[in-house]
């Protein structure tokens, strides 16, 4: 069996339907082409949630190490304020 598989973006499968109009036959054409549209993303996003990205971790290391710096400096800048106040 060999022979050319028409995908939903190709050829308007609802074009001959004898009980739609060209209007209905083209609204149901895009319903279904926005359809796979999001049944191809979603298979994107479980692909991409399901592994690490390794690039996004490193980075999200070093703005972890960059914030712990700025804790540290503004409790230090907290505590110099605190102890400059008088009694």
């Given at each position: 069996?060999?022979?050319?598989?028409?995908?939903?973006?190709?050829?308007?499968?609802y074009?001959?339907?004898?009980?739609?109009?060209?209007?209905?036959?083209?609204?149901?054409?895009?319903?279904?082409?926005?359809?796979?549209?999001?049944?191809?993303?979603?298979?994107?996003?479980?692909?991409?949630?399901?592994?690490?990205?390794?690039?996004?971790?490193a980075?999200?290391?070093?703005?972890?190490?960059?914030?712990?710096?700025?804790?540290?400096?503004?409790k230090?800048?907290?505590?110099?304020?605190?102890?400059?106040?008088?009694?």
């Amino acid at each position: 069996m060999s022979g050319t598989v028409v995908g939903i973006f190709d050829a308007n499968p609802y074009e001959s339907h004898a009980s739609l109009t060209a209007l209905e036959a083209n609204v149901l054409w895009e319903y279904a082409k926005l359809s796979q549209h999001v049944k191809d993303l979603t298979v994107i996003t479980r692909q991409l949630s399901e592994g690490p990205d390794e690039n996004l971790i490193a980075r999200l290391r070093v703005l972890e190490r960059k914030m712990g710096l700025v804790l540290t400096l503004f409790k230090a800048s907290v505590w110099g304020v605190i102890n400059e106040q008088p009694v």
